[in-house]
């Protein structure tokens, strides 16, 4: 197993694990006759059943390497962050739309938060309903719920299947990000599917040439013909689709990293956008430590929004995370606290600096809004200035 000196060293369990999950994607690799594509090395690598970086032990979530974990999301980082979706989600729920649903929610943190933002904006769902892949996480969320806000846990309920229909609020926060994509490189002007071969030394990039006909439309369009790397999006897409069959009437949003695809498949971006994170560095080899690491893509937008479109949505709005954030109301919610408590005050003031930061999450972060047969609530308030759908 790879190791790189200037970063933590894992436990000797952890370890262990690791090294069962190798050799479990070696076995795939072995089964597969010698070769995987890159999309399926990272959902295993991620969800392999007690052995994936979400369906096992990591601590994944939390503030600094300390405690064991390798970064932070926003929900984490501060309860603003749900405070302010809660204000434009009260009013779509006052419509005659009483019901939530989460997918990936992670410690549980946001949907904690949501509950009780709501409940302060008179707007309580009847229903709160998370999909989460991971058992250990379901755990983590039920025991967050149980701490945090005791008197609505009961509202909670966990889904292992999407039901036929949905009527709703539907919310994933760094979801779409951590869906397996698939790697090419364009070298020499030819395009390469860059899968995962196995040998005496571990994991390695190996690229299969492939048929022109098989290049999927996307890459065809890629400017240039300088040697590049990049990705796709099918799961995300396919995720979409399936989101968008199930919603009859309400609105989906999804917040995470990533562009429109003009500037995903920008000649400018030569290497992709997959990234590592272990004990938060971030780092770009995604063999190092199976089952300990996360390893995530950028978001393209545009294939989100034309797979929710072709699925008969409608693109409500698409913002940076700030944009979205300071339209909803983030500034009037701080209002809230005593400047003059400078220990209460300066945390929560430093944390939503970084949400909304253009050199943190405010600008790489965006907002995405699908809606079916809502047309009465639009358009949204965190779109109300600074809407990029034209982008898409
Ligand atoms: C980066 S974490 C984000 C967690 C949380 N939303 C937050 O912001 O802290 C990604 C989450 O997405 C979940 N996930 C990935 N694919 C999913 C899918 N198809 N359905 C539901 N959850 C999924 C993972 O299990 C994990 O909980």
Not at 37 to 44: A, I, K
Not at 50 to 62: E, H, N, P, Q, V
């Amino acid at each position: 197993m790879q190791k790189v000196a200037s970063l933590p060293l894992p436990s000797a369990d952890a370890l262990g694990a690791s090294t069962a999950l190798s050799t479990v994607i070696a076995d795939a690799i072995k089964a597969a006759g010698g070769w995987i594509g890159f999309d399926r090395f990272m959902s295993l690598a991620l969800y392999a059943p007690r052995l994936g970086y979400y369906s096992g032990g990591a601590a994944k979530f939390g503030r600094d390497a300390g405690d064991g974990s390798d970064f932070i999301t926003a929900p984490e980082l501060s309860p603003f962050f749900a405070r302010t979706l809660a204000r434009q989600f009260a009013p779509l729920i006052g419509m005659n739309l009483p019901q939530v649903m989460e997918f990936g929610a992670g410690t549980g943190r946001l949907a904690a938060d949501l509950l009780l933002a709501l409940e302060t904006e008179g707007a309580l769902p009847d229903t709160y309903r998370i999909v989460e892949l991971s058992g250990e996480l379901r755990a983590r969320q039920q025991q967050t719920l149980a701490e945090r806000a005791p008197h609505l846990a009961s509202r909670v309920t966990w889904l292992d299947t999407l039901p036929d229909r949905f009527e709703g609020v539907i919310v994933g926060n760094e979801v779409l990000d951590a869906m397996p994509v698939s790697l090419f490189a364009r070298i020499g002007g030819k395009w390469y599917e860059r899968g995962v071969s196995h040998d005496g030394n571990g994991f390695a990039y190996q690229d299969r040439v492939m048929e022109s006909s098989a290049v999927p439309a996307v890459l065809k369009n890629f400017p240039g013909d300088h040697d590049v790397v990049t990705e796709t999006h099918a799961e995300a897409e396919g995720f979409t689709r399936a989101v968008a069959a199930m919603l009859s009437r309400g609105a989906a949003f999804f917040i995470d990293y990533g562009f429109p695809a003009a500037e995903y498949y920008h000649p400018q971006r030569v290497g992709g956008t997959l990234m590592c994170h272990y004990r938060h560095h971030a780092h770009p080899d995604p063999f190092l430590y199976p089952g300990l690491q996360d390893i995530t893509a950028h978001v393209n937008f545009t294939g989100i929004a034309e797979a929710a479109v072709d699925a008969g949505l409608t693109v409500a709005g698409f913002a940076s995370q700030a944009r979205f954030l300071m339209n909803a109301g983030i500034t009037e919610l701080m209002m809230s606290l005593d400047p003059s408590d400078a220990r209460a005050f300066l945390p929560q003031a430093n944390a939503v600096q970084k949400l909304l930061s253009e050199a943190e999450m405010g600008e790489l972060f965006k907002v995405i809004a699908l809606t079916r047969d809502l047309d009465d609530a639009l358009p949204l308030a965190g779109f109300a200035r600074g809407d990029r759908t034209f982008a898409l």
